[in-house]
């Protein structure tokens, strides 16, 4: 694999918990670091969400002497696991919910589209420019009703699916630990 496809990040922590909980630091502490808004791993999230073509994820966390033990990496990764397994499986859920309100609202929206056209075609008038712009918003509204279901069953979709494909990348992600 070349380095292009391999996403490598160095993140200091102040202890092993802050990688998959948010830190109790403030910017005001020299410790704050450009990660520290967040748990670890969703700032490593966040790095994969604008770049989805690497293949493979190394980290190395550096903490502090008294925060590593023996085992600690291996710890870390079965830790990984878990919390990508979670992860998965809650946007698993949010993909079957989309598609569920997705083609409920899709049905609404295209007895809304068939009647905002039809109200279009009622109130057409050749003769009257107030008709005739109010005709024109009517068939607009119809077929933007159809907006929002469409995005929902393509758009959100598919960035529910970035995220799991960022997610079944993590969890196999690489882990050194270092002081």
Known sequence: MSNRDVF???????????????????????????????????????ELYADTSYKRVHVTLILPENETEAGLEQDVKVAVKRYCGGRLKNIEHDIQATRWRGIRALFVSFIALFVFIGASKLVHDDNSLILQVVSEGLSVAGWVALWFPLELLSFTVWQHRLEKKIYTLLMEMDVTIRV
């Not at 990688?19 to 410790?31: A, H, N």
């Not at 748990?39 to 966040?46: P, Q, R, V």
């Open 8 to 46: 490598e990040i160095t993140l200091k922590l102040n202890n092993k918990e802050a990688f998959f909980k948010k830190p109790k630091i403030t910017p005001f502490s020299p410790d704050y670091q450009i990660h520290s808004y967040t748990s670890g791993i969703e700032f490593i999230s966040d």
